[in-house]
């Protein structure tokens, strides 16, 4: 068995008690794939971000309870803007620059595809439910596991080459935990997948030799036992490995 790529995962921060913490469910999720979580700390300095970059082969954006500073694309805050934690915003983005600058391999879920979008130049709807007319619930509530709505999913793209959306029997559908998405779609990125009101619910990459995908939902959570959310994190985390990186 070669060596197992290391993943970095950004964190989170609990503002009462002031700690750093991140579910389980993504270091398990990377693991079980093969690769070795290491946890990123909400420390926003580039130079610190370089050395912790430096040792590794992937990034993992996980989602967060906030929303991103709709400072960054140039809008000011709705009314049901969620909570902003600046030192998170700033750590996602200097991660993303440092690993643009490397071409690392990047999965970024739910929050982290959103700040992915916003580094690239994109915008994003700052609350679906009172921007986009007749779009369906997308904060599904408990529990969050459940699948709640059907994917539309374009053809020849990172998700519908994956074997289990190929082989699927039926639609392909996904958990939803979430009230902003995705509006205009940044620099080097396009869509390619959606809920049925229209949301994006997957971007990724379109230069050659760059894997950087976004997910909306949260494969995380679902990854032990649905076959699509297994085939996400197993590719990326082949992505990640030093001798595909090198063929990339």
């Given at each position: 068995?070669?060596?197992r790529?290391?993943?970095g995962?950004?964190?989170?921060l609990?503002?009462?008690t002031?700690?750093f913490?991140l579910?389980r469910?993504y270091s398990?999720a990377?693991?079980a794939?093969g690769?070795?979580p290491?946890h990123?700390?909400l420390?926003?300095?580039r130079?610190y ?9 992937g990034?993992l954006l ?6 991103v500073?709709?400072?960054y694309?140039g809008?000011?805050?709705?009314h049901?803007l969620?909570p902003?934690i600046?030192?998170?915003?700033e750590?996602?983005i ?8 490397l ?6 879920i739910?929050?982290g ?5 916003v580094?690239?130049?994109g915008t994003?709807?700052q609350?679906?439910e009172s921007?986009?007319p007749?779009?369906y619930?997308h ?5 969050a ?5 059907t994917?539309k999913?374009?053809k020849g793209?990172?998700?519908s ?5 190929k082989n699927?029997?039926g639609?392909v559908r ?5 009230h ?5 779609v940044?620099?080097?990125l396009?869509?390619?997948a ?7 619910e997957g971007?990724q ?14 494969p ?6 649905d076959l699509v ?17 090198k063929?990339?």
């Amino acid at each position: 068995m070669g060596k197992r790529p290391r993943i970095g995962i950004t964190m989170r921060l609990e503002l009462q008690t002031q700690r750093f913490y991140l579910g389980r469910d993504y270091s398990e999720a990377v693991e079980a794939a093969g690769g070795v979580p290491v946890h990123i700390s909400l420390i926003p300095k580039r130079e610190y971000i370089a050395e912790v970059l430096a040792g590794l082969d992937g990034i993992l954006l996980p989602g967060s309870n906030t929303d991103v500073d709709p400072h960054y694309y140039g809008e000011e805050p709705h009314h049901r803007l969620g909570p902003v934690i600046p030192v998170k915003d700033e750590t996602d983005i200097l991660v993303l620059e440092e690993a643009e600058r490397l071409n690392l391999p990047v999965l970024a879920i739910c929050f982290g595809m959103q700040v992915l979008n916003v580094v690239r130049g994109g915008t994003l709807i700052q609350d679906i439910e009172s921007q986009v007319p007749k779009s369906y619930k997308h904060e599904q509530g408990v529990p969050a596991i459940r699948n709640s709505h059907t994917l539309k999913i374009a053809k020849g793209n990172l998700l519908s080459d994956l074997a289990a959306v190929k082989n699927a029997d039926g639609s392909v559908r996904v958990n939803s935990s979430h009230h902003q998405a995705v509006g205009k779609v940044g620099k080097d990125l396009k869509a390619i997948a959606w809920a049925k009101d229209g949301i994006i619910e997957g971007i990724q990459d379109t230069r050659k030799g760059r894997f950087v995908l976004g997910v909306q939902w949260h494969p995380e959570i679902s990854a032990s036992f649905d076959l699509v959310s297994r085939e996400i994190f197993e590719l990326f985390v082949k992505k990640c490995g030093v001798g595909e990186r090198k063929r990339n």
